[in-house]
């Protein structure tokens, strides 16, 4: 069954391929051109801090881009047709601060392998403090998470590049361990990026301006909070709602469903299709296109969706798409269902 619609993708991605590529290029090159000119504008007019504050915002907001629209296609072999290239391309992700080797790991092993599973899907492995699982471990704390956890998401992007991607490093206990060992050499590229990463945002701004350190700091946290919340927008409503399955993996490991009946039961699209979705977002809106075909580029997935859509509907399968309020509000609703323990043990005694 599933194998029609990927012929007829196949097809459509083929149609379509001869007016998109461009844009696929265009965009590999624009996208970290701006990000450094907001940078280097940074250094040279940085002084009135009016000016390094918005080139800071601007950063913030090139990195959500680079990273949809580039990262992650590259990450998925998608963004060039070589495959080295694509390799040496990630590196980007590690100037722009977050690890790109143990990222591929959780993105590719584990959240595309394994999404909304408890346990293996390492893009719900946060904090001690929120609990997106129906099945997970409860702790008091809980019962107020959907009142604090909106408070502490600005500091999602703080928490990815400063502390969790050391976590996964030197943690044994974390996802990433149960299908991978790290080579030395990553611990190396680790330190050193980092360490770049924080020079050039955090340091050099304050030599080459001659400006305090309070300056710096507090453009680098603008930086941080502006990405965190429109990285929180994209990857929160497709699948932490609660409208999606949370399913758990049988005694045998296998999982309850069908591979395809997973994926659409785990991930929802956004309705809002614009041309700023488009070039912009990276077609974060068609997330169902990308579960089922990661291997295609996000400028086909608004043709690709329609054929999904119509495979869907004439096989009784679920497609779901919702707005993004509607989304958001799924989301808070999952943080507020999940907040309350139902302890059937204590209910018969
Ligand atoms: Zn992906």
Do not use: C, H, I
């Given at each position: 069954m599933f194998q029609q619609l990927r012929l007829e993708v196949n097809d459509t991605v083929k149609k379509l391929e001869p007016k998109r590529k461009t844009s696929i290029t265009f965009k590999a090159i624009l996208f970290p051109c701006l990000y450094f000119l907001s940078y280097a504008a940074a250094l040279l007019w940085g002084k009135n801090s009016f000016v390094l504050y918005t080139c800071y915002i601007l950063m913030g907001l090139l990195l959500v881009i680079n990273f949809l629209n580039l990262i992650h296609e590259a990450v998925h072999g998608?963004?060039?047709?070589n495959k080295r290239i694509n390799n040496w391309y990630v590196h980007f992700f590690d100037l722009m601060g977050a690890n790109s080797y143990i990222w591929k790991i959780r993105h590719i092993r584990l959240h595309h392998n394994?999404?909304?599973?408890?346990?293996?899907?390492?893009?719900?492995?946060?904090?001690?403090?929120?609990?997106?699982?129906?099945h997970g471990h409860y702790s008091k704390m809980h019962k107020y998470q959907h009142i604090y956890l909106p408070f502490i998401y600005p500091l999602f992007l703080f928490n990815w590049l400063l502390i969790r991607d050391f976590k996964d490093f030197f943690n044994k206990n974390k996802i990433v361990w149960k299908v991978t060992d790290i080579p030395t050499i990553e611990y190396v590229k680790l330190f050193l990026f980092k360490g770049l990463f924080l020079f050039y945002t955090l340091v050099l701004p304050m030599l080459v301006l001659n400006i305090s350190f309070a300056e710096t700091l507090t453009a680098f946290l603008i930086m941080i909070f502006t990405a965190s919340l429109v990285a929180l927008i994209v990857l929160l409503t497709p699948h932490a709602s609660i409208e999606s399955e949370f399913p758990l993996p049988e005694e045998d490991l296998r999982m309850p469903s069908s591979w395809l009946v997973h994926q659409l039961s785990c991930t929802n699209d956004i309705k809002e299709d614009t041309w700023f979705t488009r070039f912009f977002m990276g077609c974060f809106n068609y997330h169902i296109a990308h579960h089922l075909f990661p291997s295609v580029h996000h400028v086909y997935y608004p043709e690709v969706t329609q054929v999904i859509e119509k495979f869907a509907r004439k096989n009784n399968l679920p497609y779901r798409r919702f707005p993004i309020t509607t989304s958001l509000k799924n989301h808070y609703k999952l943080l507020k269902a999940n907040a309350f323990h139902e302890n059937i043990f204590e209910e018969t005694m």
């Open positions: 998608t963004l060039f047709k394994y999404p909304n599973v408890m346990g293996w899907d390492s893009d719900f492995e946060q904090s001690e403090m929120a609990r997106v699982f129906p």
